[in-house]
């Protein structure tokens, strides 16, 4: 059969894997959301990424530009979402997917084991952690079933989820909020299925990003993670160890997932490594995030 001029002259052209997708970041700006930002549009998707901070300085193309906008707001208010979302269709004309990535660690409020953790600092670990997911899902979802059209979500949960280290990552709110979202994914995934919005989450490992730095300088946790971590010669993760795993989640490549937990993790959550010693309790625990 012959192949028409039109149709070889277009397989020429190169097509990323989110080429025309139009998608809303919540908590982008820095750490994973960042790479994973930079990583769609490599792929060719149009984004408005939402952060409390602004991007990284870094220069960009005229025509990558073109494909970003940036909104500096914090996730945990009302409305950010829903405003991010009518931008995003507002300014390329259609919102295709979401990737949830804002939260956080607590120890700052006093996450820490169950029984040293105060009601505020509870409460504000949950808000951060999962409250703001519960705001973008939700606006994304009502998005997609008022304009009666097909959509994609994406999470990003923990490791700690199911996985716990108490030992050195103690925080119980954390773990609490990112087990939730599992649950919130999972549910969500299975009402709006017939109405083809899909819901996945990815539980990253420990990985290397401004949250982390404690847990960067930590040899005592370095240790540890160099057993329960052991891929790729026994590391901490880099933001970019999921780019992959986001760009195919929030792609058409995965249009028969939904309600799946992507552990990408560098084998923790199949890894029995025991720490070498504990840390001291003032020390606090380090949380596994973005």
């Known amino acids: 059969m012959a192949t028409s001029p039109d149709a070889i002259e277009t397989s020429r052209v190169p ?49 990558v530009q073109s494909r970003l906008e940036v909104i500096q707001a914090d996730a ?5 979402a829903e405003r991010a979302i009518e931008r995003c269709a507002q300014r390329y004309g259609q919102f295709h997917a979401l990737y949830h990535v804002a939260g956080g660690s607590g120890r700052a409020w006093g996450d820490g084991p169950l029984h040293t953790i105060p009601l505020e600092g509870w409460q504000q ?49 954390y773990a609490t909020a ?8 999972q549910a969500a995934a299975a009402t709006y299925a017939p109405q083809d919005i899909r819901v996945n989450l990815l539980a990253p490992g420990l990985t290397a990003t401004p949250m982390s730095l404690r847990a960067q300088s930590n040899p005592v946790i370095q240790e540890f993670i160099h057993r329960k971590q052991p ?21 058409e490549g995965s249009r028969f997932v ?30 596994l995030a973005s």
């Open 231 to 251: 891929l790729d010669g026994g590391r901490m993760g880099r933001p970019d160890d999921l780019d992959a795993a986001v760009i195919w989640l929030l792609s």
């Open 76 to 80: 945990r208010e009302p409305g950010v």
């Open 178 to 185: 990112k087990s939730a979202l599992v649950g919130l994914t």
């Open 125 to 173: 670990t949950l808000e951060l952690n999962l409250t703001t997911a519960f705001l973008s899902n939700g606006a994304a979802i009502r998005w997609f079933l008022r304009e009666n059209q097909p959509g994609c979500i994406l999470n990003c949960g923990s490791v700690l989820a199911n996985s716990p280290s108490p030992s050195l990552f103690g925080t119980a709110a």
């Open 258 to 287: 939904t309600g799946q937990v992507i552990a990408v993790d560098g084998g923790w959550s199949v890894s029995d490594a025991s720490p070498a010693q504990t840390l001291p309790t003032q020390t606090g625990s380090a949380p």
């Open 15 to 63: 097509q990323g894997a989110l080429q025309g997708r139009c998608l809303v970041i919540i908590g982008g700006t820095r750490g994973l959301g960042w790479s994973a930002a930079q990583a769609c549009l490599r792929e060719g998707a149009r984004l408005v990424v939402v952060g409390r901070e602004p991007t990284p300085e870094a220069p960009q193309t005229e025509e």
